[in-house]
């Protein structure tokens, strides 16, 4: 990238080649890729009975389901983001809660579910590199519920996504939040 492009301007060509690359991938690799995070659930660093939010994956993420599912089964709350507003909030998650339909394809729990402050984010993310910087989607959705979680308490943020999602260098804004680790097919990796 050249230096006299703004950092949100790189960020947005670095999203651009790496969704690509996501893209690119066969359907039957992303989805043996995604149960493969299920395989690495027990090095996740998470507290014992924490409240986890995953998301429900849209287009080519990664599908982090198999893998809040084994979350479950090991004794943690799950919850996922729900859009209210320009705001994310987090409604409980378990086998009875009623789905609706949430935009692109995405599913959230409905408005009966309670409304659970999270220990953890498991974040989906367009690309990451190895300081644990990421490039989300542009709209800075996470960014603002990271801000508004921390300040009611300490916040594990882990992304999820495809080993090939990761880049040389991510521009750094001010109101970018870092990883504090990655977990991919290969592994989590902590960072900081």
């Not at 995953?54 to 080519?60: H, L």
């Not at 804004?173 to 990796?189: M, N, Q, S, V």
Request: proline letters at 8%.
């Amino acid at each position: 990238m050249t230096d006299l492009l703004s950092p949100a301007d790189e960020k947005a060509a670095l999203r651009k080649e790496v969704l690509a690359r996501r893209t690119a991938m066969a359907v039957t690799d992303r989805i043996e890729r995604s149960l493969m995070l299920v395989d690495h659930a027990g090095a996740l660093p998470l507290p014992a009975g924490a409240i986890v939010s995953g998301f429900w994956p849209i287009r080519d993420e990664i599908d982090a389901r198999p893998l809040l599912d084994r979350l479950r089964q090991l004794g943690h709350r799950l919850c996922l983001p729900v859009m209210v507003g320009p705001s994310l909030i987090f409604r409980h998650l378990d086998r009875d809660t009623e789905l609706v339909p949430a935009g692109f394809g995405c599913m959230e729990p409905g408005p009966s579910a309670e409304e659970l402050r999270p220990d953890v984010l498991l974040m989906p993310l367009a690309g990451f590199d190895e300081e644990g910087n990421r490039i989300g989607y542009g709209r800075a959705f996470y960014d603002n519920a990271i801000a508004g979680l921390e300040k009611n308490g300490p916040l594990l943020r882990i992304g999820l996504a495809f080993a090939l999602q990761e880049v040389d260098r991510v521009p750094v804004e001010a109101h970018d939040k870092p990883l504090d680790g990655i977990l991919t097919e290969d592994g989590y990796r902590a960072f900081g």
